[in-house]
Protein backbone atom coordinates (compact mmCIF):
# COMPACT_ATOMS: atom_id res chain seq x y z
CA UNK A 1 0.00 0.00 0.00
CA UNK A 2 1.12 3.47 -0.89
CA UNK A 3 3.31 5.31 2.43
CA UNK A 4 1.57 7.87 3.25
CA UNK A 5 4.04 11.54 4.02
CA UNK A 6 6.29 11.78 7.46
CA UNK A 7 4.13 14.85 8.50
CA UNK A 8 0.68 12.90 7.99
CA UNK A 9 2.35 9.54 9.70
CA UNK A 10 3.97 11.43 12.58
CA UNK A 11 0.06 12.90 13.10
CA UNK A 12 -1.35 9.77 12.76
CA UNK A 13 1.08 8.27 15.56
CA UNK A 14 0.04 11.14 18.25
CA UNK A 15 -3.82 10.72 17.09
CA UNK A 16 -3.79 6.50 17.61
CA UNK A 17 -1.28 6.27 20.50
CA UNK A 18 -2.56 8.79 22.31
CA UNK A 19 -6.32 7.95 22.31
CA UNK A 20 -7.97 7.30 25.41
CA UNK A 21 -10.89 4.75 25.23
CA UNK A 22 -14.27 6.00 24.07
CA UNK A 23 -12.83 8.95 22.15
CA UNK A 24 -12.38 9.48 18.66
CA UNK A 25 -9.60 9.33 16.97
CA UNK A 26 -9.96 11.64 13.92
CA UNK A 27 -11.24 14.40 16.22
CA UNK A 28 -8.22 16.75 16.21
CA UNK A 29 -5.23 16.89 14.50
CA UNK A 30 -1.75 17.56 16.14
CA UNK A 31 1.83 17.10 14.20
CA UNK A 32 3.52 16.55 17.77
CA UNK A 33 4.02 13.20 19.76
CA UNK A 34 2.33 13.10 23.53
CA UNK A 35 4.70 13.78 25.59
CA UNK A 36 4.31 12.89 29.31
CA UNK A 37 5.32 14.74 31.86
CA UNK A 38 6.51 13.31 35.36
CA UNK A 39 4.23 11.57 37.59
CA UNK A 40 3.75 9.74 40.93
CA UNK A 41 4.86 6.59 42.17
CA UNK A 42 2.98 3.53 40.77
CA UNK A 43 0.11 2.12 42.41
CA UNK A 44 -0.22 -0.90 44.27
CA UNK A 45 -2.24 -4.27 42.94
CA UNK A 46 -4.82 -6.24 44.26
CA UNK A 47 -4.78 -9.56 44.21
CA UNK A 48 -8.46 -10.84 43.71
CA UNK A 49 -9.55 -12.71 40.69
CA UNK A 50 -10.64 -10.54 37.49
CA UNK A 51 -14.29 -9.78 37.23
CA UNK A 52 -15.56 -11.46 33.84
CA UNK A 53 -19.30 -11.55 32.79
CA UNK A 54 -21.48 -14.50 33.37
CA UNK A 55 -22.07 -14.36 29.51
CA UNK A 56 -19.69 -12.16 27.09
CA UNK A 57 -20.06 -11.52 24.21
CA UNK A 58 -18.32 -10.08 20.93
CA UNK A 59 -18.62 -6.26 20.37
CA UNK A 60 -19.84 -5.28 16.62
CA UNK A 61 -17.23 -6.65 13.62
CA UNK A 62 -13.92 -4.71 12.86
CA UNK A 63 -14.56 -2.41 9.01
CA UNK A 64 -14.77 -4.23 6.19
CA UNK A 65 -11.45 -4.71 4.25
CA UNK A 66 -9.57 -4.47 7.59
CA UNK A 67 -7.00 -6.68 5.99
CA UNK A 68 -6.44 -4.53 3.42
CA UNK A 69 -6.24 -1.17 5.72
CA UNK A 70 -2.80 -1.20 6.61
CA UNK A 71 0.15 1.04 5.54
CA UNK A 72 3.85 0.23 5.06
CA UNK A 73 5.99 0.36 8.51
CA UNK A 74 7.29 3.97 9.90
CA UNK A 75 9.96 4.57 12.92
CA UNK A 76 8.60 6.80 15.13
CA UNK A 77 11.45 6.60 16.74
CA UNK A 78 14.49 4.90 18.45
CA UNK A 79 14.20 3.34 22.38
CA UNK A 80 16.69 5.45 24.25
CA UNK A 81 17.28 3.24 27.55
CA UNK A 82 20.64 1.71 27.61
CA UNK A 83 19.33 -1.10 29.55
CA UNK A 84 16.60 -2.05 26.76
CA UNK A 85 18.90 -4.31 24.78
CA UNK A 86 16.85 -7.05 24.41
CA UNK A 87 12.84 -6.38 23.82
CA UNK A 88 10.90 -8.93 23.95
CA UNK A 89 7.45 -8.07 25.28
CA UNK A 90 5.73 -4.39 24.68
CA UNK A 91 2.11 -3.17 25.29
CA UNK A 92 0.78 0.39 24.64
CA UNK A 93 -0.96 2.04 27.37
CA UNK A 94 -4.57 3.03 27.42
CA UNK A 95 -4.31 4.51 30.76
CA UNK A 96 -1.69 6.72 30.22
CA UNK A 97 -1.98 7.82 26.95
CA UNK A 98 1.72 8.14 24.69
CA UNK A 99 3.35 5.45 27.13
CA UNK A 100 4.89 2.02 25.58
CA UNK A 101 5.74 -0.53 28.03
CA UNK A 102 8.72 -3.04 27.46
CA UNK A 103 10.41 -5.75 29.25
CA UNK A 104 13.98 -7.75 27.68
CA UNK A 105 14.11 -11.46 27.44
CA UNK A 106 15.68 -14.18 29.73
CA UNK A 107 18.52 -12.43 31.99
CA UNK A 108 17.06 -8.55 31.61
CA UNK A 109 15.57 -9.12 35.46
CA UNK A 110 12.14 -8.75 36.85
CA UNK A 111 12.00 -5.19 35.13
CA UNK A 112 9.24 -3.25 32.79
CA UNK A 113 10.73 -0.09 30.72
CA UNK A 114 8.27 2.73 30.17
CA UNK A 115 8.93 4.71 26.59
CA UNK A 116 7.51 7.47 24.71
CA UNK A 117 5.68 7.13 21.30
CA UNK A 118 9.12 8.74 20.44
CA UNK A 119 11.38 6.16 22.60
CA UNK A 120 11.97 8.80 25.28
CA UNK A 121 12.70 7.15 28.46
CA UNK A 122 9.67 7.45 31.54
CA UNK A 123 11.16 4.83 34.28
CA UNK A 124 11.88 1.51 34.98
CA UNK A 125 10.15 -0.55 37.35
CA UNK A 126 11.27 -3.48 39.49
CA UNK A 127 8.74 -5.54 39.80
CA UNK A 128 8.78 -8.31 42.94
CA UNK A 129 8.66 -11.31 40.76
CA UNK A 130 11.18 -13.93 39.47
CA UNK A 131 12.72 -13.51 35.75
CA UNK A 132 13.40 -16.81 34.14
CA UNK A 133 12.54 -16.39 30.55
CA UNK A 134 9.98 -13.36 29.99
CA UNK A 135 9.02 -13.81 26.56
CA UNK A 136 5.55 -11.86 25.86
CA UNK A 137 4.02 -8.68 27.64
CA UNK A 138 -0.41 -8.22 27.49
CA UNK A 139 -2.31 -4.94 28.93
CA UNK A 140 -5.74 -6.79 30.08
CA UNK A 141 -8.71 -6.61 32.79
CA UNK A 142 -8.32 -7.45 35.85
CA UNK A 143 -10.49 -7.26 39.61
CA UNK A 144 -10.44 -3.30 39.47
CA UNK A 145 -13.67 -2.19 37.54
CA UNK A 146 -12.04 -0.17 34.50
CA UNK A 147 -8.74 -0.01 35.52
CA UNK A 148 -5.65 -1.81 33.17
CA UNK A 149 -2.99 -4.18 34.11
CA UNK A 150 0.20 -5.25 33.04
CA UNK A 151 0.34 -9.29 32.66
CA UNK A 152 4.29 -10.56 32.16
CA UNK A 153 4.81 -13.72 30.66
CA UNK A 154 7.70 -15.98 31.98
CA UNK A 155 6.62 -18.52 29.85
CA UNK A 156 10.28 -19.01 27.50
CA UNK A 157 11.49 -23.15 27.84
CA UNK A 158 14.28 -23.68 25.31
CA UNK A 159 15.14 -26.62 27.11
CA UNK A 160 11.50 -27.99 27.23
CA UNK A 161 11.53 -29.18 31.05
CA UNK A 162 9.46 -26.77 33.10
CA UNK A 163 6.99 -27.89 34.85
CA UNK A 164 4.66 -25.33 34.74
CA UNK A 165 4.72 -21.72 33.52
CA UNK A 166 4.50 -18.38 35.25
CA UNK A 167 1.73 -15.33 34.48
CA UNK A 168 2.68 -11.96 36.48
CA UNK A 169 -0.32 -9.53 36.85
CA UNK A 170 0.31 -5.66 38.17
CA UNK A 171 -1.55 -2.72 38.09
CA UNK A 172 -0.27 -0.63 34.90
CA UNK A 173 2.26 1.83 36.89
CA UNK A 174 2.27 4.97 36.34
CA UNK A 175 5.19 6.29 34.34
CA UNK A 176 7.51 8.40 36.07
CA UNK A 177 11.50 8.80 35.20
CA UNK A 178 12.57 7.96 38.61
CA UNK A 179 11.03 4.68 38.29
CA UNK A 180 9.87 2.16 41.19
CA UNK A 181 9.80 -0.56 42.58
CA UNK A 182 6.47 -3.05 42.58
CA UNK A 183 5.66 -5.02 45.46
CA UNK A 184 1.57 -6.07 45.17
CA UNK A 185 2.16 -8.58 42.54
CA UNK A 186 -0.65 -12.12 41.85
CA UNK A 187 1.29 -15.33 40.34
CA UNK A 188 -0.58 -17.51 38.57
CA UNK A 189 1.40 -21.08 37.29
CA UNK A 190 -0.04 -22.52 34.35
CA UNK A 191 0.54 -25.93 33.00
CA UNK A 192 -0.32 -27.88 29.62
CA UNK A 193 -2.19 -30.90 29.34
CA UNK A 194 1.62 -32.42 28.74
CA UNK A 195 4.11 -30.84 29.80
CA UNK A 196 7.32 -29.69 27.40
CA UNK A 197 6.43 -27.26 25.17
CA UNK A 198 8.45 -23.74 24.79
CA UNK A 199 6.27 -20.44 24.10
CA UNK A 200 6.79 -16.90 23.13
CA UNK A 201 3.53 -15.19 22.61
CA UNK A 202 0.73 -14.70 24.87
CA UNK A 203 -2.15 -12.27 24.63
CA UNK A 204 -5.25 -11.38 27.05
CA UNK A 205 -8.72 -11.49 26.38
CA UNK A 206 -10.37 -7.95 26.78
CA UNK A 207 -14.00 -9.70 26.62
CA UNK A 208 -12.87 -12.45 28.97
CA UNK A 209 -9.81 -11.51 31.04
CA UNK A 210 -8.70 -15.52 29.59
CA UNK A 211 -5.44 -15.68 28.71
CA UNK A 212 -4.11 -17.15 25.23
CA UNK A 213 -0.26 -18.98 25.08
CA UNK A 214 0.89 -20.06 21.87
CA UNK A 215 3.65 -21.96 21.46
CA UNK A 216 7.23 -22.06 19.71
CA UNK A 217 7.60 -25.75 18.28
CA UNK A 218 10.41 -26.96 16.06
CA UNK A 219 10.94 -25.91 13.07
CA UNK A 220 8.10 -26.81 10.40
CA UNK A 221 5.59 -27.75 13.78
CA UNK A 222 2.16 -26.18 14.15
CA UNK A 223 2.11 -23.41 16.58
CA UNK A 224 -0.20 -24.87 19.37
CA UNK A 225 -2.87 -22.33 20.97
CA UNK A 226 -3.50 -22.68 24.70
CA UNK A 227 -6.25 -20.93 26.62
CA UNK A 228 -6.70 -20.25 30.86
CA UNK A 229 -9.78 -19.29 31.67
CA UNK A 230 -10.04 -16.12 33.74
CA UNK A 231 -12.41 -17.80 35.85
CA UNK A 232 -9.74 -20.79 37.33
CA UNK A 233 -6.49 -18.63 37.65
CA UNK A 234 -5.87 -19.11 40.67
CA UNK A 235 -2.70 -17.62 43.42
CA UNK A 236 -3.00 -20.73 45.23
CA UNK A 237 -3.00 -24.00 42.91
CA UNK A 238 -1.65 -24.60 39.37
CA UNK A 239 -4.06 -23.92 36.51
CA UNK A 240 -4.22 -27.04 33.34
CA UNK A 241 -4.82 -24.94 30.08
CA UNK A 242 -6.90 -26.29 27.74
CA UNK A 243 -5.90 -26.78 23.52
CA UNK A 244 -7.86 -24.61 21.53
CA UNK A 245 -6.45 -24.19 17.97
CA UNK A 246 -3.09 -24.48 16.08
CA UNK A 247 -1.55 -22.35 13.65
CA UNK A 248 0.36 -24.33 11.04
CA UNK A 249 3.69 -22.77 10.06
CA UNK A 250 6.38 -23.41 6.94
CA UNK A 251 9.53 -24.48 7.79
CA UNK A 252 11.66 -21.64 9.41
CA UNK A 253 8.59 -19.57 10.64
CA UNK A 254 7.69 -19.14 14.24
CA UNK A 255 5.32 -17.57 16.13
CA UNK A 256 7.14 -14.90 18.04
CA UNK A 257 4.82 -12.49 19.91
CA UNK A 258 0.61 -12.01 19.40
CA UNK A 259 -1.52 -9.37 20.24
CA UNK A 260 -5.76 -8.81 20.24
CA UNK A 261 -6.83 -4.83 19.96
CA UNK A 262 -8.73 -3.11 22.84
CA UNK A 263 -12.34 -4.51 21.75
CA UNK A 264 -11.62 -8.07 21.66
CA UNK A 265 -12.10 -8.62 17.36
CA UNK A 266 -9.00 -8.70 15.85
CA UNK A 267 -6.08 -10.89 16.56
CA UNK A 268 -2.04 -10.87 15.91
CA UNK A 269 0.71 -13.08 15.72
CA UNK A 270 3.98 -12.32 14.69
CA UNK A 271 7.24 -14.32 13.14
CA UNK A 272 10.86 -12.49 12.90
CA UNK A 273 9.90 -10.72 9.96
CA UNK A 274 5.74 -11.63 9.26
CA UNK A 275 2.58 -10.50 10.85
CA UNK A 276 -0.66 -12.67 10.56
CA UNK A 277 -3.92 -11.34 11.21
CA UNK A 278 -7.60 -12.33 12.27
CA UNK A 279 -11.33 -11.13 12.67
CA UNK A 280 -12.42 -13.25 16.03
CA UNK A 281 -15.82 -14.78 14.88
CA UNK A 282 -16.28 -16.28 18.60
CA UNK A 283 -15.93 -16.47 22.21
CA UNK A 284 -14.14 -19.64 22.42
CA UNK A 285 -11.43 -18.63 19.49
CA UNK A 286 -11.79 -22.49 18.27
CA UNK A 287 -13.57 -21.49 14.98
CA UNK A 288 -11.54 -17.94 14.62
CA UNK A 289 -8.11 -19.68 14.39
CA UNK A 290 -9.84 -22.82 12.35
CA UNK A 291 -9.09 -20.24 9.19
CA UNK A 292 -6.10 -19.02 7.12
CA UNK A 293 -5.61 -15.83 8.64
CA UNK A 294 -4.49 -12.75 6.26
CA UNK A 295 -0.78 -11.09 6.35
CA UNK A 296 -0.35 -7.46 7.22
CA UNK A 297 2.94 -5.52 6.52
CA UNK A 298 5.78 -5.83 8.69
CA UNK A 299 9.42 -4.31 8.47
CA UNK A 300 12.85 -5.52 8.31
CA UNK A 301 14.22 -6.32 11.95
CA UNK A 302 17.02 -7.82 13.43
CA UNK A 303 15.33 -10.36 15.47
CA UNK A 304 11.64 -9.08 16.24
CA UNK A 305 9.69 -10.18 18.97
CA UNK A 306 7.29 -8.01 20.13
CA UNK A 307 4.31 -6.36 18.62
CA UNK A 308 1.05 -5.07 20.05
CA UNK A 309 -1.94 -3.38 18.88
CA UNK A 310 -1.73 0.89 19.83
CA UNK A 311 -4.51 2.52 22.38
CA UNK A 312 -8.19 2.37 20.74
CA UNK A 313 -7.24 1.26 17.43
CA UNK A 314 -5.99 -1.50 14.60
CA UNK A 315 -2.89 0.18 14.22
CA UNK A 316 0.05 -1.92 15.70
CA UNK A 317 3.71 -1.21 16.80
CA UNK A 318 6.54 -3.39 16.52
CA UNK A 319 10.28 -3.85 17.93
CA UNK A 320 12.83 -5.50 17.68
CA UNK A 321 16.03 -6.65 19.98
CA UNK A 322 18.81 -5.01 19.77
CA UNK A 323 20.33 -1.81 21.31
CA UNK A 324 18.16 1.21 20.52
CA UNK A 325 15.62 -0.65 18.25
CA UNK A 326 13.00 0.95 16.59
CA UNK A 327 9.91 1.36 17.46
CA UNK A 328 7.72 0.68 14.22
CA UNK A 329 4.53 1.80 13.50
CA UNK A 330 1.85 0.35 10.94
CA UNK A 331 -1.02 2.21 10.70
CA UNK A 332 -4.89 1.29 9.84
CA UNK A 333 -6.87 3.66 8.01
CA UNK A 334 -10.37 2.89 10.04
CA UNK A 335 -8.17 4.40 12.89
Known sequence: ?????????????????????????????????????PVATPTSVTTQQPTTTA??????????????????????????????????????????????????????????????????????????????????????????????????GDIGDNL??????????????MPDPAGGFVTDVARFDLAYPDPG????????????????????????DPALIFRAAATELSEDATTEMTQI????????????????????RVIVFRGYNQVWLWERVDIEFSETFAVEPCRTPSTAEVQGEAIAFVSGGYSYVTISEGSSPDINLVTSIFD
Open 197 to 220: YDAESMLVDPVTGDILIITKPSSG
Open 1 to 37: MKLRTNTVIVAAVALTLSACAGTDPIATTTGELTTLA
Open 55 to 152: TPTLPPAPPSGICRSYDEPVSTGAVTNGDVTETSGIAVSQTYPGTIWLHNDSGGGAFVYAATTEGDDMGAFEIDASAFDWEDMAIGPGPGPGMDYLYL
Open 245 to 264: GSFPLDSGLFVTAADIDRTG
Open 160 to 173: HFRGAITIYRIVEP
